[in-house]
Structure formats: structure tokens, C-alpha cells
């Protein structure tokens, strides 16, 4: 539990490194739907907390899984359509990255066209503790997983760099992280509709991990304390109720590391590339398994009612944070 409380979760950020190697929440995935936007001025507004990835069996991951991930959007054969984690999730070779750079380069209109049907995306699978949701106040204390894009990855990385205050801050931490307010708008490009996070903040102030007391509907802050090397840490005696907190989660951010490619979508990807470059037709039935999410692992770029806000934690309020355990 090192890494947890004493200052280990800086080792946990691998994802900021510029490395290669439905609608509804059932699946776990915290996103923003643009339907529930009550005043399209205002925008989106929520508030929640990054959280480190604390496994079931007591152990602390990487703060983020990383996935690439390809659809194949081919509309006049539906049934090549689907979607796809990329080979280069292993350090392998990606038949589809090398197929859409071989119809790009290939000089010929036809093909360059047709290489628009295959689609990329990179994506970031976080925990986060939802503070505020307007828009969905049921969700307001859950532990979800909050997938996003390139845009919220690098507001991170600018924390941790101090890019922003001048002051590095692992938003991860549980002593000395920092909120996060998700304010998305609309933005519109022909006949697409889609959310624009770029003005999403972190909250200038450090503050302990906020828990969720369910009975009394409040966050309070984890009360800390500082070490010998002046870094502050959640108090010892606390140190269990946070572990149960973080591990009082339905599901799982490894439920959305990506796969290796099985046999049926490696034949499926020989008949889009067949297909696709004109060596021969569908081959693939349409009765066969397509290569389908189980969530939106596409929504654009990255995917808040007042509920108690959470104060400042001292050591001070320690004696009140445990009356509520």
C-alpha cells in the first residue's frame, strides 16, 4: 500500500508519457450526454475527482489505461463495419493502421476516399468520484470510469508539470489532488453535434480525497497529515476507510483494457482489406459476430445541482471525519 498514501502514485502516470507500444451508465462509463444540457449557453457542468486504480485484490495500477482503438465504418457492407483494439496496444503491427496508410499513399482518388472509412481514436480510462452532476444528480458519489480524450489528458500532464500554477500537483493524489470541473459546449460542424471540453478545468486548490457518506448525502475530506518530510498524507488511522471507499465500485477499469484481435475479426479484417482495395467482394457473412463495444469507446474527443461541497481537509476535523465511519 506504499504506493497509495506515501507518494507513490507519481509512478502510476504512465499514460502521460507520449508512448506507443449507450447512452446510459449501465457499463459503468461516466460521459456527458448532450441531450440532458438544460441551458445550451451554460453548457455541461460537473464536477469530479480522478482517482488511483486501486484493484480488488488491494494492488495500485497505472492511473490510466490507455487504448487504441479502429472502427470501420463501410456503409454499403454493413457487415464489415465494427470496431476494433488495435495490435498497437501490444507493440505489434496494426493491419488496419497499415491498410489506411497504404490507401493514403497510394496515389490513387479511389482508394484515398475509401481510406475514410477507417477511423482511429486514442482514448484514457480513469476512476473518477462524481462531486456535482446537475444533469444527472443519481450519479452524484459514485466511483465510474471516465473515459477521455487528448484534450483532458494534456490538462493533466500540464498539472503534473505545474505548467499551469507553477506549483506540480499529481491530480491523482489522495492527500493533495485537485477537483475537476467538466464544462462542455456544444459545437457544430456541418450536420454533427458534438461536446467541446477545452475550457474543462482543475480547481486552483489542493484538497484531501472527498468521501461519500450515502446516509447523510455529504462529502467530507479524508483528514491528513504531514510526515517528517513535510509531504502531506492521509492520516494513518484513515488509511482503511479509504481503501473501502475506492474499491466500493461496481465495475472495473481493467473491463476496458484492450484485447488482443481474435480469429473471426482477423478474417474480418482480411475481407475488409480485401474489400476495400477491390481484390474481391464481401466475403463475410452478416450472420457472423460483429466486432462490436460494449460502450461508446468513440464518443468525440474525451469524454454538473448543488450537492455538499466538499471543504478543505485538516487535521483538525479528524476526530469529526471518523464520528461518520
Known amino acids: 500500500m506504499d504506493d497509495l498514501f506515501n507518494g507513490g502514485l507519481d509512478s502510476k502516470l504512465d499514460f502521460l508519457n507520449d508512448q506507443k507500444p449507450t447512452t446510459t451508465n449501465n457499463d459503468g462509463i461516466y460521459r456527458v450526454d ?142 493533495e489532488g485537485k477537483d475537476f470541473v467538466l464544462v462542455v459546449k456544444e459545437i457544430q460542424t456541418g450536420d454533427e453535434t458534438y461536446p467541446d471540453y477545452k475550457i474543462s478545468m482543475f480547481k486552483p486548490e489542493t484538497t484531501a480525497l472527498p468521501i461519500y457518506f450515502k446516509e447523510k448525502g455529504v462529502f467530507k475530506n479524508v483528514p491528513t497529515v504531514k510526515g517528517e518530510d513535510n509531504k502531506t498524507r492521509v492520516s494513518p488511522d484513515a488509511q482503511g476507510k479509504v481503501k473501502d471507499f475506492l474499491i466500493d465500485r461496481e465495475h472495473n477499469l481493467e473491463d476496458y483494457a484492450p484485447k488482443r484481435l481474435n480469429e473471426e475479426q482477423q478474417a474480418k479484417i482480411t475481407d475488409i482489406t480485401n474489400f476495400l482495395t477491390g481484390k474481391a467482394s464481401s466475403s463475410f457473412s452478416a450472420a457472423k459476430t460483429e466486432a462490436k463495444p460494449s460502450s461508446a469507446d468513440f464518443d468525440f474527443d474525451d469524454n454538473f445541482s448543488s450537492t455538499p461541497k466538499a471543504a478543505a481537509a485538516t487535521t483538525t476535523d479528524e476526530d469529526d471525519f471518523f464520528s461518520d465511519l
Not at 471516465?146 to 493533466?156: E, H
Open 34 to 175: 448532450l441531450s440532458k444540457i438544460k441551458d445550451k449557453k451554460k453548457g455541461w457542468r460537473s464536477v469530479v475527482r480522478f482517482l488511483p486504480n486501486l484493484s480488488k485484490e488491494g494492488k495500485v495500477g497505472q492511473s490510466a489505461i490507455e487504448k487504441i482503438t479502429h472502427y470501420v465504418n463501410i456503409k454499403n457492407a454493413k457487415e464489415l463495419s465494427g470496431w476494433f483494439d488495435s495490435p498497437k496496444n501490444f507493440g505489434e503491427k496494426c493491419p488496419l493502421t497499415d491498410l489506411y496508410y497504404t490507401m493514403q499513399n497510394s496515389k490513387n482518388a479511389l482508394l484515398i476516399e475509401k481510406s475514410r472509412q477507417l477511423n482511429f481514436s486514442r482514448k484514457y480510462y480513469s476512476y473518477v468520484l462524481v462531486i456535482e452532476d446537475e444533469q444527472q444528480p443519481e450519479l452524484v458519489g459514485k466511483i465510474m470510469i471516465f473515459q477521455y480524450g487528448k484534450t483532458i489528458k494534456d490538462k493533466i500532464s500540464n498539472e503534473k508539470s505545474g505548467e499551469i500554477s507553477g506549483v506540480p500537483c499529481n491530480v491523482f493524489d489522495l492527500a
